[in-house]
Every structure is written in structure tokens, then in C-alpha cells.
């Protein structure tokens, strides 16, 4: 009997391209249809067909406390009935921006936006507004959302879907972008020689989380934000994933390499969609209207959406939140490591706070040429043998695996069961 999935999935496909408002959930990377989901509750998802999943892709990454969390739904069932939306200012804006600016080192003043897309299109031209500068250096894998300047070479939806560079970008905008290898820089260095005098901005995810997960190799950092001072240019931190999720300030806190600018969304929002960018002073107040460049949205700092973020930030500022979750991803990542040792298998299993990827290769990870050394045959078998026993993953490689504080012992435990199984059933 057809599953009612399928039937959704077939009637959407009808009425919307592919049967989805964001390509990577039609399941392309993996083959076959994708389950419509019913509801969530806590680290559980369940779809319309009445099955439960652990779920390791919590929305893409913002639900740092798992679906249907009752504190932020509480706030949000109150804030409704105050109304959806006002278009002039709340208070609840400035506060969510007053939690921004106390825990992330590198911010300031912050932006409210819609997507993580609107934030570093929008801080793309801050950067270029600000240093009167048009070129852009990005690194090859990684993702920025789908601004024109960043769909090239961009991580993994593109590679998911093998489309590196998106029909429908203008000539003149992917000249000023610059791609270079993640982890390279002295590729950074030589390009921005090259390119002397014309470099607005190096943008770059700090550690990169949409090609699996990359980790920045000590110095690279370091060595970003000492070229961007040197000549000027404008160090976009792209925290989108990283923000809130590797620690409460981030990877720039982690690291201890401040940008000029860092743009955030996925957790800041708390599963409503929020984009926000940020930084010193002196750079955000040359926006309209204190500034000339100019940045604005109908639906930004939307009372609901900025009141389901700052219930989860509230929440992650408490005592002890990220011990626990960087316990429970390395008891996971040292879980999987264990299993792949009784296996025979030399995988690469890379984790850091509440982001992981298995690596279905035994090449070092350190940049796109080494991520796509990995066996997607072996990964599609592993991730359907996956889903069948209830654990739900991004149906990509080329996507890590998000904890929540919602995630037991008891989850962890039974989807290290299930993984062991489902790498054995992928060889
Ligand atoms: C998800 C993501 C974006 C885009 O955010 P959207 O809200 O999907 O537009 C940008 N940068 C990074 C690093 C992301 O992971």
C-alpha cells in the first residue's frame, strides 16, 4: 500500500517545483520521497503516517531544545494574542538585540532580518557599501544561502543536487566573486595580492557545516582576520549554524578570532525565521537611516519571531547548557567512532559542540576536495537503513548532524544501535 507520504508528496508535487520550498528536503541525495511530518516533540519527530524518529536534523539546526519546547511556546502562544505583526517598533526587538550583542563577542549593534540568506546578502553589501569595494572572496563548499554572489561553488545543495553554479546568476556578479579552498591561506593571501585594493570582504564559515563539517585548521583564522586587517577588508563571520550552536558566542568565541562582521539565523530565531547580522558600532550605523546603505523588511523583528528567539537564547544562557550538549555529541561521535572500530571501517567522524558528521571516507577532512572523496552510495544505504530503524538524518553527506538538549541518553543510545546496523546493512 502506498504510504501516505508518498500521496503528499506526489499532490505537492503538482503545486510546488519538486514537492518543496527548499530543494535538499525532496530527498534528491538520497533517491525516493521524503516523509511529511505530522509533529515534533522534544528530540522526536513524527511523520503523517504515525512513525516516530530521533531527529538529527532539528530544522536544519535552530532547534537547540527540540521541537514544541514548552517555554517557547508558552511566549509564543502569549505573544499571538497580542498580534502577529505591527510594522513599527516593539520592545522585544531591542531586547532580543541586547541578548545578541551580550554574547556575541563581535557584535555590537545588530540587524534583524528575515533568513540567513537576507543576513549575508545584507552584509555583503554593508561590506561593500562601507569600503566602496565590489570583489568577494568565499570558500569553495561553502554556504552562504542563495544570494547571487554566493551560488558558486557553494556547498551542499549544490552538491547534493550537482549544481555548482546556479543558472541565473548575471556574468557580472560571479566576476567579483572569488572562490578559494577552504583551509588555504595562503590562496587567501595570494588572491588578495592579486586583487589589491578591490577586495571588499573575505566571507567565510568559521567552522564549515555545509559540506559535512569541516573544522578550521589552527592558523587559518587567525590568518583571516590578520590579512583583512592589513588591507581593509571587511571579515564576514558566517555563524549561521555556528552561532549559538559550538557555544553561546559561537565559533569567534571559540576560536578567539573576532570578525568585522557576523552574520547569524537558524537558532537566533528559535525555529521561526530569523536572519540578523551584526557588529561594531562604527561599521552598522553606515545603514539607513543613520548611514546610506541601504537594508529593509517588512516582516523584520516580527514580534513572533523575535519572541521565539529570545526564548531560546534566554534558555541557552543558562549555566551549564553547553557542557551538556558538547556531552552528549561526543558521547554520540565517540559512539559512532566505537562502532566504526568493530566494523572494520575508517571513517572519518568529525564533532564539534552540537554539530557531527560521519564521513563515509578514510581521507582527513580538510577541505571541499577531501569532503568529496566520500562513498555516497555507501552513505544513501546507511542513510535509508537509518530511517527505517527510526533515526532520522539530513539526506545528504554532505550535511552534519545536529544535536538538541532534548536529546536523552536513551536516543543516543538507541541510534548508535541503529547506526551500527545501518552501516553494516551500507556494506
Ligand atoms: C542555512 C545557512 C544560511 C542560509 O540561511 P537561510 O535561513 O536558509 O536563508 C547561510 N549560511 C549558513 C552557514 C547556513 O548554514
Request: with cysteine.
Given at each position: 500500500m502506498e504510504s501516505k507520504s508518498a500521496r503528499a508528496f506526489s499532490l505537492a508535487q503538482q503545486y510546488i517545483p519538486g514537492g518543496v520550498n527548499s530543494p535538499a528536503r525532496a530527498f534528491a541525495g538520497v533517491g525516493g520521497g521524503p516523509p511529511f511530518m505530522s509533529h515534533g516533540q522534544g528530540a522526536h519527530l513524527f511523520d503523517i503516517d504515525g512513525r516516530e524518529y530521533i531527529d538529527y536534523v532539528c530544522s536544519w539546526g535552530p532547534l537547540l531544545f527540540g521541537h514544541a519546547q514548552p517555554r517557547v511556546v508558552a511566549a509564543l502562544k502569549e505573544a499571538c494574542d497580542r498580534g502577529t505583526s505591527f510594522g513599527a517598533p516593539t520592545q522585544?526587538?531591542?531586547?532580543?538585540?541586547?541578548?545578541?550583542?551580550?554574547?556575541?563577542p563581535g557584535i555590537d549593534m545588530v540587524r534583524m532580518v528575515n533568513s540567513g540568506t537576507e543576513a549575508t546578502m545584507s552584509a555583503v553589501r554593508l561590506a561593500r557599501g562601507y569600503s566602496g569595494?565590489?570583489?568577494?572572496?568565499?570558500?569553495?563548499?561553502?554556504?552562504?544561502?542563495?544570494?547571487?554572489?554566493?551560488?558558486?561553488?557553494?556547498?551542499?545543495?549544490?552538491?547534493?543536487l550537482g549544481a555548482p553554479d546556479s543558472p541565473g546568476v548575471p556574468q557580472g556578479v560571479a566576476a567579483d566573486t572569488i572562490t578559494l579552498p577552504y583551509n588555504d591561506l595562503d590562496a587567501v593571501a595570494e588572491a588578495v595580492a592579486q586583487n589589491q585594493g578591490q577586495v571588499a570582504a573575505i566571507i567565510v564559515e568559521p567552522i564549515a557545516g555545509n559540506m559535512g563539517l569541516v573544522p578550521p585548521q589552527p592558523g587559518f583564522l587567525p590568518g583571516l582576520r590578520q590579512l583583512a586587517t592589513d588591507h581593509d577588508i571587511v571579515l564576514i563571520f558566517d555563524e549561521v549554524i555556528t552561532g549559538f550552536r559550538v557555544g553561546p558566542g559561537g565559533a569567534q568565541e571559540r576560536f578567539g578570532v573576532i570578525p568585522d562582521l557576523t552574520c547569524l539565523g537558524k537558532i537566533v530565531g528559535g525555529g521561526l525565521p530569523v536572519g540578523a547580522y551584526g557588529g561594531k558600532r562604527a561599521?552598522?550605523?553606515?545603514?539607513?537611516?543613520?548611514?546610506?546603505?541601504?537594508?529593509?523588511?517588512?516582516?523584520?523583528?516580527?514580534?513572533?519571531?523575535?519572541?521565539a528567539g529570545l526564548a531560546q537564547?534566554?534558555?541557552?544562557?543558562?549555566?551549564?547548557?553547553?557542557?551538556?550538549?558538547?556531552?552528549?555529541?561526543?558521547?554520540l561521535a565517540d559512539g559512532m567512532r566505537y562502532n566504526l572500530e568493530k566494523l572494520g571501517l575508517d571513517y572519518q567522524v568529525e564533532q564539534i559542540g552540537g554539530m557531527l558528521c560521519l564521513f563515509f571516507t578514510a581521507t582527513p577532512i580538510v577541505d571541499f576536495t577531501s569532503v568529496v572523496t566520500a562513498d555516497t552510495e555507501a552513505f544513501k544505504r546507511y542513510f535509508w537503513a537509518c530511517l527505517e530503524g527510526g533515526v532520522y538524518l539530513a539526506p545528504s553527506q554532505y550535511e552534519c548532524m545536529f544535536l538538541s538538549l532534548a536529546h536523552s541518553d536513551q536516543d543516543i543510545e538507541q541510534t548508535l544501535q541503529v547506526q551500527y546496523q545501518a552501516l553494516q546493512a551500507a556494506h
Open positions: 522585544i526587538e531591542t531586547e532580543l538585540a541586547r541578548q545578541v550583542a551580550a554574547l556575541v569595494r565590489d570583489k568577494l572572496i568565499k570558500f569553495e563548499g561553502c554556504w552562504h544561502g542563495h544570494g547571487d554572489s554566493f551560488l558558486i561553488k557553494a556547498g551542499s545543495s549544490a552538491l547534493t561599521l552598522m550605523e553606515h545603514l539607513l537611516p543613520v548611514g546610506q546603505i541601504s537594508q529593509a523588511g517588512t516582516l523584520s523583528g516580527n514580534p513572533l519571531a523575535m519572541t537564547l534566554t534558555m541557552l544562557a543558562e549555566d551549564g547548557v553547553y557542557q551538556r550538549l558538547e556531552e552528549k555529541a561526543q558521547k
